[in-house]
């Protein structure tokens, strides 16, 4: 058994709570065991200038990531790292393929991922809570009317499967990611349908049987995920 009598399928205690912030358009606090991460979603009623230039007719969404110092037993840094950059890029591009960006208008929505607490996983909590921040931001927009249509066109949210100790895990702690063989990020959306994949062997390269283990473990998980976060909107 794993920590906490976890077997190999089971996700740690998934909780989001909502409105945590007063002025963002949506916000929430999301933890994954022990990881915990601050999604904020903020509306700017601009869009970036190479969409001005271009032209386009369409709004944008992009993300921040960051990890808080404290978040880890060593006290991080505030500056930037290339780390992080990488993550907030996956998460944008994450969120971007749930919304019909046409819809949205002539308007970015800025969702910022703060971690407050690391234990693994914190880039699959970014992307699962920041998917709910974005929701209650594009309800509020069309509560106010500024919106007509809902630009939604579905669900997202990530988890992560590791190879450990010869078994197939999902959402590894850090103690199991620090010495997974293989560790693999799912983006996922309704249908069984895939956003984006990343994995890599640390050591000795793995055959089908596992990454197809891996799949089905990443897909049973999203399950749980998509209902969290209908929870979740359906309280807010």
């Known amino acids: 058994m794993r920590q906490a009598n976890r077997t190999d399928e089971q996700l740690r205690p998934i909780h ?61 840094s505030r500056k930037p790292k290339g780390r992080s950059e990488e993550i907030q890029r996956l998460i944008g591009r994450g969120l971007r393929a749930g919304v019909d960006l046409k819809k949205l208008g002539n308007r970015s929505i ?10 693994g996983g914190t880039r699959t909590a970014s992307i699962t809570g920041g998917y709910v921040a974005l929701a209650l931001a594009i309800r509020r927009l069309m509560e106010k009317r500024l919106l007509l249509e809902d630009p939604i066109l579905r669900p997202v949210c990530a988890v992560s499967t590791a190879l450990v100790d010869g078994r197939v895990v999902v959402d590894p702690d850090y103690q199991e990611d620090r010495r997974a063989e293989v560790d693999m990020n799912f983006v996922i959306t309704s249908g069984e349908q895939f956003i984006e994949v990343q994995g890599a062997a640390e050591g000795s390269p793995f055959g089908q049987p596992a990454l197809q283990r891996m799949i089905a473990q990443a897909l049973q998980a999203a399950e749980q995920l998509f209902a969290v976060q209908r929870q979740a909107l359906s309280r807010a």
């Not at 999604?39 to 230039?53: H, K, L, Q, T």
């Not at 800025?110 to 234990?119: E, H, P, R, S």
């Open 16 to 76: 989001i709570q909502t409105g945590v912030q007063k002025d963002p358009a949506g916000s929430v606090q999301i933890a994954f065991g022990q990881t915990v991460v601050l999604c904020s979603a903020m509306v700017a009623e601009e869009v970036p200038d190479w969409i001005r230039r271009q032209k386009l007719d369409h709004g944008w969404i992009t993300a921040e990531y960051s990890m808080l110092p404290g978040a880890t037993p060593e006290r991080g």
């Open 110 to 119: 800025y969702v910022d991922c703060d971690v407050i607490q690391a234990d």
